[in-house]
Each structure stands twice: as C-alpha cells, then as structure tokens.
C-alpha cells in the first residue's frame, strides 16, 4: 500500500468509529429529549401515550383551581387553544394567572396534561422563543411583567 493509500483507509476507519459513536450516543439520548410543543400543536397532532413533552403558555386567567392534597388543576393557554393541565406539589412564587408558564410531563388518556414540573416566568426574557413570537402575532403579547388579552 502506499502512503495515500493507507491515509484514505486511517480516514475512513476514524470516520466509521465517529459516525459509530455518534449513532450510539443518540440511540443512548433519545429517551431523554423532551420535545417543546404549544397547546396548538398538542391538540392538531397526536402524541404518544407516556411521550414526555414541555409545553408553554400562559396561565388562563379564572382556571386555576386548588385542591386537597396540593393538587392544582389549571389550563394553559397560547390564545388559540386550552391545555388543561394537572399538578401535584408546590408551585414557584411567580406562578399566577396571566403570567407564562412552562410545563414538563405527560398527557393522560383522558386528554389532560400531568405535570410534574412547573416553571413560571415573569417575563419575555425567560418565556420559551417560540411561545413569545406566537403571543406577539397574534397580538396578546404586553412588554412589562404582564400579559394582557387583546381587546
């Protein structure tokens, strides 16, 4: 062999032990991505059953509902559609009506979201990009601490 030669075969044995390891590492990692969705997208497409999801909005005002054992029903919203939303534990001090929320867990089989993260932002600063560009089109979005609903 000469010595182009033998640098082609050392390029494409360290190129199919990289692709080798890249492929693992996916396979290893793909339990544990956790997909960004709005609760538009969550009602148009179908989502597995124990699929793991992080959906984000706003928390519609008049739905937050307390109950015995730290249970918290409410409904998140990106303005065109509801996500009714279950929760167990203590919420984050921002956490209120009218302010973003992001949420992590998984739909139950009767079409509720069973969260067991909740994070609650203040802000456009913290809200997930793609929940801050759907309010500012469709014209929900107030700069300040608050978001307000279009009149």
């Known amino acids: 062999m000469?010595?182009?030669?033998?640098?082609l075969v050392m390029i494409a044995v360290i190129g199919g032990?990289?692709?080798v390891a890249v492929g693992l590492t996916l396979f290893a990692?793909?339990?544990q991505i956790t997909l960004y969705r709005t609760p538009t997208e969550i009602r148009t497409t179908t989502i597995?059953?124990?699929q793991r999801l992080r959906v984000g909005g706003l928390v519609e005002t008049g739905s937050v509902e307390r109950?015995?054992?730290?249970?918290?029903?409410f409904r998140v919203?990106?303005?065109?559609?509801?996500?009714?939303?279950?929760?167990?534990?203590l919420l984050p001090d921002l956490f209120r009506e009218g302010q973003g929320?992001?949420?992590?867990?998984?739909?139950?089989t009767d079409g509720t979201f069973a969260?067991?993260?909740?994070?609650?932002?203040?802000?456009?600063?913290?809200?997930?990009?793609?929940v801050a560009e759907a309010l500012k089109k469709q014209g929900v979005w107030q700069q300040g601490d608050t978001v307000a609903p279009a009149k």
């Open 2 to 7: 000469t010595r182009k030669q033998r640098r």
């Open 17 to 19: 032990i990289l692709a």
């Open 29 to 31: 990692l793909s339990g």
């Open 48 to 50: 597995a059953a124990g």
């Open 67 to 73: 109950g015995a054992d730290s249970t918290v029903r």
């Open 77 to 89: 919203t990106d303005t065109a559609n509801t996500l009714a939303v279950s929760y167990r534990g």
């Open 101 to 108: 929320v992001v949420i992590e867990g998984q739909m139950d």
């Open 115 to 130: 969260a067991d993260t909740v994070l609650a932002k203040h802000d456009e600063r913290y809200m997930p990009k793609e």
